[in-house]
Antibody, heavy 121, light 111 residues
């Protein structure tokens, strides 16, 4: 059964870069049918897609975040990572990683448990 | 790109049916058959309930059903149960620039 687990610092200072890693277990990140994505949720608010990546390294970003986002993949470690630069308080929230089914379909399943990131000095 | 519009809350008694709407535009919900729905209990990660407008993943009760008409998608929960009390989010593919847009979220309350 495929499982995803986010990891990274829970506290990031304003203007610095948020860095998170998602470790995939129970399956290969190099599956030809799978993409991988990051979604975030500010406290008490809704979900926002951040971006997605294919194992080949092809990336797709939310236009509103594109200038600050970098998503990369490490197939040897079965991991993919998120970098969000120049963070401010509105970037505070729970960050989820998920598998994205994007071959003749488009949906996120399963999701990691999420990790809370707080932007504060 | 604005979020898809959902009612803030809906409620129903056990055994009743409730329907949650998800209104988008002709650039997302109206043109693509890729609407998905997620259930989120407090403090938990979202769980896929419906994909491709009306398909149910294995393990999701058939009390959950999805449909779409024009720019509006809908999730119906029949035979409402206490365990269905949660937040629900829709999501639509929106083309190769915006990609994915989520709904504003709806809190379902079982009276």
């Amino acid at each position: 059964q495929l499982q995803l687990q986010e990891s990274g610092p829970g506290l990031v200072k304003p203007s610095e870069t948020l860095s998170l890693t998602c470790t995939v277990s129970g399956g290969s990140i190099s599956s030809s049918s799978d993409y991988w994505g990051w979604i975030r949720q500010p406290p008490g608010k809704g979900l926002e897609w951040i971006g997605s990546i294919y194992y080949s390294g092809d990336t797709y970003y939310n236009p509103s975040l594109k200038s600050r986002v970098t998503i990369s993949v490490d197939t040897a470690k079965n991991q993919f990572s998120l970098g969000l630069s120049s963070v401010t308080a509105p970037d505070t929230g729970i960050y989820y990683c998920a598998r994205l089914w994007a071959v003749r379909s488009n949906y996120f399943d399963p999701w990691g448990q999420g990790t809370l990131v707080t932007v504060s000095s | 790109q604005s979020a898809l519009t959902q009612p803030r809350s809906v409620s129903g008694s056990p055994g009743q049916s409730v329907t949650i709407s998800c209104t988008g535009t002709s650039s997302d919900v109206g043109v693509y058959k890729y609407v998905s729905w997620y259930q989120q209990h407090p403090g938990k990660a979202p769980k896929l309930m419906i994909y491709d407008v009306s398909k149910r993943p294995s393990g999701v009760p058939d009390r959950f059903s999805g449909s779409k008409s024009g720019n509006t998608a809908s999730l119906t929960i029949s035979g409402l149960q206490a365990a269905d009390e949660a937040d629900y989010y829709c999501c639509s593919y929106a083309g190769s620039y915006i990609f994915y847009v989520f709904g504003t979220g709806t809190k379902v309350t079982v009276l």
